[in-house]
């Protein structure tokens, strides 16, 4: 292959995916977007049974659909991205966990407050996990044992504290974004973030402290967003 492109079905006002739509679909199009659309249901093997080409498929959006589960699709052998915000699945779908080759998983605005354990030998790949708009009130432990994460994005959810620790298995984790939730006070928290920590946002938090010496604890911190909170003021070394 060498240019990559996008097959796109979104604003179609589509009900029902049906395999016909996929047949012009070739080895080149490893984006699939089917987002802003009216689905409710998806049948495991529709994109198989539409295209010869499923096996190529790397990306998939089904964002802005009426989802309420999500199926492990047959044929997707080399899928690293899906995307399904603002579906109504309000639990994880747990197919999610078939996914061996995934990557990136967009999860925002699903009303979601719980994730659940994943077996070991589950999303061993995943790199980024975006949680954002959705209605968690904690960092749920099994997504701090995720063994690849690098970056977690659980923006305007409900949080009011970190967790005690981010130790575990998620040793590579370097991005937190924690944007619009209810964290007020960093000075028993610092010691619980990842070492490899290189950037942090909590921005529109209600934070009224920051630890003198929390800093300098994290060599390779470099971006901190701390605006719309209610410092005072924020130590810089």
């Not at 996008?6 to 995916?17: D, G, I, P």
């Not at 739509?21 to 198989?48: G, Y």
């Not at 998620?170 to 920590?197: F, H, I, Q, T």
């Amino acid at each position: 292959r060498t240019s990559f492109q996008m097959f796109s079905l979104a604003h179609r006002q589509l009900t029902v995916l049906e395999p016909h739509l996929l047949e012009s679909l070739d080895e080149t199009e490893v984006f699939l977007d089917v987002s802003f659309n009216s689905l409710t249901a998806l049948k495991i093997s529709v994109i198989e049974d539409g295209t010869k080409n499923a096996q190529y498929i790397e990306s998939i959006d089904f964002a802005h659909n009426d989802l309420e589960t999500f199926p492990h699709l047959s044929g997707l052998k080399s899928l690293e991205s899906i995307h399904l915000g603002w579906n109504p699945l309000c639990v994880v779908p747990v197919k999610l966990f078939e996914y061996d080759t995934l990557t990136r998983l967009y999860l925002p605005g699903c009303g979601l407050s719980t994730f659940p354990k994943i077996p070991k030998s589950a999303l061993n790949e995943l790199s980024e996990l975006e949680l954002s708009f959705n209605e968690f009130d904690h960092i749920p432990r099994s997504i701090l044992e995720l063994p690849s994460l690098t970056s977690l994005r659980m923006d305007y959810n409900r949080i009011a504290e970190l967790p005690e620790s981010f130790d575990g298995s998620c040793a590579y984790l370097s991005e937190v974004s924690l944007a619009g939730n209810k964290l007020k006070n960093l000075e028993k928290s610092w010691d619980g973030l990842p070492n490899r920590l290189s950037a942090l946002n909590l921005s529109h938090n209600e934070l009224e402290s920051v630890d003198d010496f929390a800093w300098s604890e994290y060599q390779r911190l470099k971006n901190v967003q701390l605006d719309h909170n209610a410092l005072c003021e924020v130590p810089l070394e």
